[in-house]
């Protein structure tokens, strides 16, 4: 069974900041990928990132990059120079393992940036 | 622009009032799902579908029904709504196991 544990409900960063969102994860599979989403106050779900286990760099999008540690079994999403916009609702999630269908989401993380 | 479009964003309705929430892609997608989101429980899948006409049931599926009659549309189908049902309601399509396209969402309400 896969499982994702997001352990931070809430964090606050200031403005131009740079901030990391943690993320751990377990699965059974050699081989799977994680997800980044962003769900600001207007509910819709918005693609951040996404990383495989096999990819060897770190995925990079923009502002945003993946500190991506198998053996720690952690995929944390780091924003740089945060801006008001990144205020928001994180979800990291795993696609669906050979047995099920559906992505495997965890509690999330509201973020709030500070002016 | 490829997108899942959902209809309607908002709704408010009164337990039993039959109702359907809409789901289209504009992909080609074979793959698409529903799921609910409520305040501590996360994101839950409640149908989802291989191919047309292909079907099957996610973790909560008790109180919806799904169909898809053609590849582009998935409706979710509510019977006979109740108040439990009060969630913020996603469709998603995918192109591999990695490509997921979400739709904007639903917020439902039963009174």
């Known amino acids: 069974a896969q499982k994702i544990t997001q352990t931070q409900p809430g964090m606050f960063v200031q403005e131009k900041e740079a901030v990391t969102l943690d993320c751990t994860y377990d699965t059974s599979d050699q081989s799977y990928g994680l997800f980044w989403y962003k769900q600001p106050s207007s509910g819709e779900m918005i693609f951040l990132i996404y990383?495989?286990?096999?990819?060897?760099q770190n995925a990079t999008e923009g502002r945003y990059s993946l500190n991506f540690q198998k053996a720690r079994k952690s995929a944390n999403l780091v924003i740089s120079a945060s801006q008001l916009g990144d205020s928001a609702m994180y979800f990291c999630a795993m696609p669906p393992d050979t047995g099920r269908r559906a992505l495997t989401f965890g509690s999330g993380t509201r973020l709030q940036v500070q002016p | 622009e490829a997108q899942v479009t959902q209809n309607p964003r908002y709704l408010i309705t009164v337990t039993g009032k039959k109702l359907t929430v809409t789901c289209s892609q504009n992909m080609n997608h074979e793959y698409m799902s529903w799921y609910r989101q409520d305040p501590g429980l996360g994101l839950r899948q409640i149908y989802y579908s291989m191919n047309v006409e292909v079907t099957d049931k996610g973790d909560v599926p008790e109180g919806y029904k799904v169909s898809r009659k053609e590849k582009r549309n998935f409706p979710l189908i509510l019977e006979s709504p109740s108040p439990n049902q009060t969630s913020l309601y996603f469709c998603a399509s995918r192109d591999s196991l990695w490509g997921y396209t979400f739709g904007s969402g639903t917020r439902l309400t039963v009174v």
């Open positions: 990383q495989g286990s096999y990819d060897e």
